[in-house]
């Protein structure tokens, strides 16, 4: 059974970038695709985009097109979420969760425990 | 704006049964693509309950069930307990968006 642990929360100035990691415990992590899932306070749950370790390749959700950097790290099992040009509406707590596809299905079977960060002047 | 629309909220008492809908369309649900329900206890991470429509993972009591047809799926849950309250969220990917969509959410009260 895979363990997804993230890295600690984050305050950021408007404008700026951030990181946030998700390392995976056990279980295998290339073949699986890593998502990204973010909440805003009060709010309900937002795709960001997912990365294939194995491939490399990632895809993103249009609205955060350009903004976004979905990594993955094989060599340490860790994925990696970058959003630039913050701005108030990115502050949210930020899952990553493993993603299973195939046949028409697509579902998260293991979630990390979120990441708050907070965007603020 | 969410693609997939679900009743805000639901209650019922103890040891009753509710049933959260979710609506979508022909890019998403209808489009031949499994549908997955997440629970959300207040202030912890999503959890997978159901997944390809109407299946449990290991350790999801069969109080909780799911179902589609067309553009919509159905999560239904029986034996209500306190421990059920939470927000659901369905969930599926979209052919048109390319991208994974989550329900609106619908927040269940045990009354």
């Known amino acids: 059974q895979v363990q997804l642990v993230q890295s600690g929360a984050e305050v950021k100035k408007p404008g700026s970038s951030v990181k946030v990691s998700c390392k995976a415990f056990?279980?295998?992590?290339?073949?699986?695709?890593i998502s990204w899932v973010r909440q805003a306070p009060g709010q309900g749950l937002e795709w960001m985009g997912r990365?294939?370790?194995?491939?490399?390749?990632?895809k993103y959700a249009q609205k955060l097109q350009g903004r976004v950097t979905i990594t993955a790290d094989k060599s340490t099992s860790t994925a990696y979420m970058d959003l630039s040009s913050l701005r108030s509406e990115d502050t949210a707590v930020y899952f990553c969760?493993?993603?299973?596809?195939?046949?028409?299905?697509?579902?998260?079977?293991?979630w990390g425990q979120g990441t708050l960060v907070t965007v603020s002047s | 704006q969410s693609v997939l629309t679900q009743p805000p909220s639901v209650s019922a008492a103890p040891r009753q049964k509710v049933t959260i809908s979710c609506s979508g369309s022909?890019?998403?649900?209808?489009?031949?693509?499994?549908v997955s329900w997440y629970q959300q206890l207040p202030g912890t991470a999503p959890k997978l309950l159901i997944y390809?429509?109407?299946k449990r993972p290991s350790g999801i009591p069969d109080r909780f069930s799911g179902s589609k047809s067309g553009t919509s799926a159905t999560l239904g849950i029986t034996g209500l307990q306190t421990g059920d309250e939470a927000d659901y969220y369905c969930?599926?990917?979209?052919?048109?968006?390319?991208?994974?969509?989550f329900g609106t959410g619908t927040k269940v009260t045990v009354l």
């Open positions: 969760a493993r993603g299973i596809r195939g046949g028409g299905a697509y579902y998260f079977d293991q």
């Open positions: 056990g279980g295998t992590f290339t073949t699986y695709a």
């Open positions: 990365v294939i370790p194995m491939f490399g390749i990632a």
């Open positions: 022909s890019s998403n649900i209808g489009n031949n693509n499994y």
């Open positions: 390809d429509n109407d």
């Open positions: 969930g599926t990917w979209d052919n048109s968006l390319s991208a994974y969509v």
